[in-house]
């Protein structure tokens, strides 16, 4: 038996993987992930007040929010994993970063999930986030479930966000529910699945879902304006006329997206999307790993970490690296073996995550997402296994596009910037470089908020102030190719070139032209803009 067979599982009973549904929500800011995120918690029974994600009242500020500085600044920075059992099924919800600056830690969450919810603003249709994100769920043919959120104001016209989505990102649509009407014509929700009205109840949120034989049952005559009730039959019978019948496999395939439109403050839609989420999202898939993919249903044990977070938690002054499980069965106290160092490491204490609360976990499956505490060892990108010689691949490190030179303020301080710095990496807050030739510290970042993020942490977990200013850079590419030649590249080019955390080559490039006249001159060599993270350290030549 090998990784990349599954194990049967004993008859007539379903592995325990096949239970899993592991998924992320993505969506540009502002489009409502964190009260959907909410209301689908709360519909799966999994926290019982409104609220208890959302802190109410003055500061946004959901449950996952750990840090402070998001507190500080009302945005979501860190990822949190979130998980709950319902018919059966266990859900691991991850949360991404909404911020745009975050993306490469978007990334590398999407990285660790089988499917995603993509929320769009009914009223603002498809925005930039959003297309970003959703070219991410692309390369890896990730199944997407729509939620256009935010009916109950005004919005686009339906049609035109069921075409944009077919137009902008080239996916079928197949909607669920239909708006019946939006803003301040709101009536409800038709599920065109079920054939069930769900109509405001007296609060104002969805209702109880009232069983019709169709959208021109008399028994809506009592329900709905007339007017309201002759637009519904029109448009639903033009929704399936024109768009295709639900198929599963397109969906599993990434080529078609069930449409729910919702409501996620007011609850319409989310019971909708949670049982497609448990009918139609996928358990676990194989994992692209080296020497072949790592089939879930694998009698033996690996995973890959996605994330490091340190300081989650002033009461647990730790660093928790996040594992995806991909395949096997991982019991508490289990040995692995770490594929970067070689090393075993016996995992005692794992954590399974609900936002705040930490529950030990005795056994994980394949699709199950484990917090390892541990002191810096973990890397994010690192391959942890009971068999020798894996490695998940897939997990990128992408061109920085600031660079910045890291002082500081205290001299005497000098000498812990450096674990800093390479703590900080590690976790991928941001990428540090050092220059080959004597220099300040370099640090490069995606966006601009990551610099943030790492002076407030140098100075809250460190003691460190820092002073950050721009590098004369333009960005960074990583260098590879025959050893003689990056060597003759190397000596001719030492004052252009820096290491990376793990001691790769790269080359700092002024401006673009810089770059081009290195990549026409040196034919031989690749300048990379993304390096996968964890490969074994390169050999000097
Ligand atoms: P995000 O995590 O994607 O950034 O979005 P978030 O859930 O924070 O929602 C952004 C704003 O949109 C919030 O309003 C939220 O209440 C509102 N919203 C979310 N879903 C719906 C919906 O279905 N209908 C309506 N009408 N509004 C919705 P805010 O005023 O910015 O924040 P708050 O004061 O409500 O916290």
């Not at 995120?37 to 003055?58: C, F, M, P, S, Y």
């Not at 647990?316 to 991982?330: E, I, L, P, Q, T």
């Not at 990428?431 to 100075?459: S, Y």
Request: hydrophobic share 40%; charged share 25%.
């Amino acid at each position: 038996m090998t990784l990349a067979e599954d194990r049967p599982a004993p008859s007539g009973m379903p592995a325990e993987y096949e239970r899993r549904r592991t998924f992320a929500i993505i969506s540009h800011p502002d489009a409502g992930k964190t009260t959907l995120t909410e209301a689908i918690l709360l519909a799966a029974g999994a926290i019982h007040l409104a609220g208890e994600v959302r802190a109410r009242g003055e500061r946004r500020r959901t449950r996952s929010d750990w840090m402070k500085i998001e507190q500080a600044r009302g945005i979501s920075v860190t990822t949190s994993v979130m998980t709950f059992a319902r018919d059966g099924l266990v859900f691991n919800l991850l949360d991404t970063p909404g911020h745009e600056d975050f993306s490469e830690d978007t990334y590398r969450t999407l990285t660790a999930v089988d499917s995603a919810i993509m929320v769009l603003d009914a009223a603002r249709g498809i925005q930039s986030q959003t297309r970003k994100l959703f070219e991410v769920c692309r390369l890896r043919d990730m199944p997407i479930i729509t939620f256009i959120n935010k009916i109950d104001r005004e919005a686009l016209d339906p049609f035109a966000l069921l075409d944009e989505i077919h137009d902008t990102l080239a996916l079928d649509t197949t909607p669920v529910t239909w708006p019946v009407g939006m803003g301040g014509l709101f009536h409800g929700l038709y599920d065109l699945h079920a054939n069930t009205l769900i109509a405001p109840d007296a609060t104002g949120d969805a209702g109880p879902p009232q069983a019709l034989s169709g959208p021109d049952d008399v028994a809506l005559a009592s329900k709905l304006p007339a007017e309201r009730r002759a637009a519904l039959a029109d448009e639903s019978l033009l929704a399936r006329e024109a768009c295709p019948p639900f198929d599963l496999q397109a969906y599993r395939e990434g080529h078609l997206t069930p449409v729910i439109f919702g409501s996620a403050l007011k609850k319409f839609g989310v019971a909708e999307l949670v049982s497609a989420i448990a009918r139609w999202a996928p358990p676990p898939r194989p994992q692209p790993a080296e020497p072949a993919p790592v089939a879930p249903g694998s009698d033996k044990v690996s995973g890959f970490v996605f994330k490091v977070q340190a300081n989650m938690d002033k009461n647990h002054r730790d660093r928790v690296a996040f594992m995806r499980v991909c395949s096997g069965r991982f019991q508490r106290g289990m040995k692995l073996r770490q594929e970067r160092t070689g090393r075993q490491m016996a995992v005692q204490n794992p954590i399974f995550f609900f936002a705040r609360d930490r529950d030990l976990a005795e056994e994980a499956a394949a699709g199950d997402i484990i917090g390892i505490p541990n002191h810096g060892t973990i890397s994010v990108g690192d391959t942890l296994s009971e068999v020798d010689a894996l490695r998940f691949t897939g997990l990128p490190n992408f061109a920085p596009e600031i660079l910045c030179r890291v002082r500081v303020r205290d001299a005497m301080r000098t000498k812990h910037l450096r674990k800093a710095l390479e703590d900080l990496a590690e976790e991928g807050v941001t990428q540090v470089f050092r220059p080959r030739l004597g220099g300040d510290w370099i640090v490069g970042v995606v966006g601009p908020l990551q610099l943030d993020v790492l002076a407030t942490r140098m100075e809250a977990e460190y003691s460190i102030e820092v002073v950050l200013e721009p590098a004369p850079y333009d960005t960074a590419r990583w260098v590879d190719g025959p050893a003689d030649e990056l060597a003759r590249f190397e000596a001719a080019n030492r004052g252009a070139l820096a290491d990376d955390k793990d001691d790769r080559p790269v080359f700092m490039a002024r401006n673009r032209w810089d770059l081009d006249r290195m990549i026409q001159d040196w034919p031989k060599l690749s300048f990379q803009s993304t390096r996968e993270r964890a490969t074994p350290t390169r050999e000097r030549a």
